[in-house]
């Protein structure tokens, strides 16, 4: 039998661009933003449904789905007996309290009997009941910041990531209660065929990953500062050294760590290094 993964992503919203982005830089294609809510690839065995993210951990617990693209707080949140198979890097962002910007804030336990509006009941729940606090939880689906303003509640909990949202409604992020990124979850269970797929799929995520954390040097060295200079910049095994037509100079090749780039490039140029080039990678297998 030829099997196909079925992956649930969000139609619309946080996580959708970069979740398609990454489809596309792994060179699986399907049609998307046509309304349609159902894709099937055009060159992997691979079929894309597009559904409301809450939605998502559900169809992959009923094996509707084999995989789906959620936010780690969705998961946690929705409490769906999921896997987390890898994480994603992108959609970063936290699950904060926040109360008006004119108030002070004595700690947590000033949310004692106060109100708090939410639309994630169990992590805020959980957070509170570990602190002691007894507060009532205002379940709302979405505009949580508006709660204050309304009188609806003394306290909100929401995602923040810029912030701008929380000040462009007078609020202040006082507590952070759980930071999230994008994770790709799978059903606990799965076909020794499927999860062929699946391995081939990771291989690909992981080299368009790693070549984004990575890049590409290209640099002129003057012979005796070889050995600094090549201790600085360790690449995949090790850098390729290549003679220059002037006499007493070395073309160096590796790949460094986008964390550790600015630091080890000073460091690269004060031992003497000229002629940087520092280039993207378009995909990196170890
Ligand atoms: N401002 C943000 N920056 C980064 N990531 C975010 C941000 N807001 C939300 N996220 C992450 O993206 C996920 C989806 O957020 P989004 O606001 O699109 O959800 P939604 O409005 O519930 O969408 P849907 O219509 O699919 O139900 C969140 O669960 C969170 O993990
Ligand atoms: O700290 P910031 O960068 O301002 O981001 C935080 C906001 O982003 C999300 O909403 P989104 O804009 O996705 O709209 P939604 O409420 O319709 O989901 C989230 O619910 C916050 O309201
Ligand atoms: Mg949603």
Not at 5 to 21: C, M, V
Request: charged share 20%.
């Amino acid at each position: 039998m030829n099997s196909v993964i079925r992956i649930a992503l969000q139609k619309s919203g946080r996580l959708s661009e970069d979740s398609y982005q990454l489809f596309k830089e792994c060179g699986i294609r399907f049609d998307y933003g046509t309304g349609k809510l159902k894709s099937v690839s055009s060159n992997f065995p691979a079929e894309f449904l597009f559904l409301r993210d809450d939605d998502i951990p559900g169809y992959v617990e009923d094996g509707v789905a084999d995989l789906g693209i959620v936010g780690e707080n969705v998961a946690v949140e929705t409490a769906r007996n999921v896997r987390t198979i890898h994480k994603m890097g992108f959609s970063k962002c936290r699950l904060s309290i926040a109360i008006p910007r004119g108030e002070t804030w004595s700690g947590i336990q000033q949310l004692q009997h106060k109100n708090i509006a939410t639309s994630y009941p169990r992590l805020l729940g959980n957070y509170l009941a570990g602190e002691g606090v007894q507060a009532n939880i205002h379940e709302i689906s979405g505009s949580v910041e508006i709660a204050p303003s309304i009188g609806l509640a003394e306290a909100v909990c929401d995602i923040v990531s810029s912030g701008s949202t929380l000040l462009s409604n007078g609020l202040k992020e006082v507590e952070v209660i759980f930071r999230s990124e994008a994770i790709l979850v799978g059903a606990q269970t799965i076909s020794d065929e499927k999860q062929a797929l699946i391995d081939k799929l990771l291989f690909r995520i992981k080299a368009v990953q790693a070549a984004k954390n990575n890049k590409y040097i290209v640099l002129n060295a003057p012979n005796d500062s070889l050995d600094k200079i090549t201790s600085l910049l360790p690449g995949m095994k090790s850098p390729t050294v290549t003679p220059l037509a002037t006499e007493g100079w070395s073309s160096v090749h590796s790949v460094l760590n986008e964390n550790d780039f600015w630091e080890n490039i000073e460091a690269i140029r004060a031992a003497g290094a000229q002629g940087i080039l520092v280039i993207p990678i378009e995909k990196m297998i170890y």
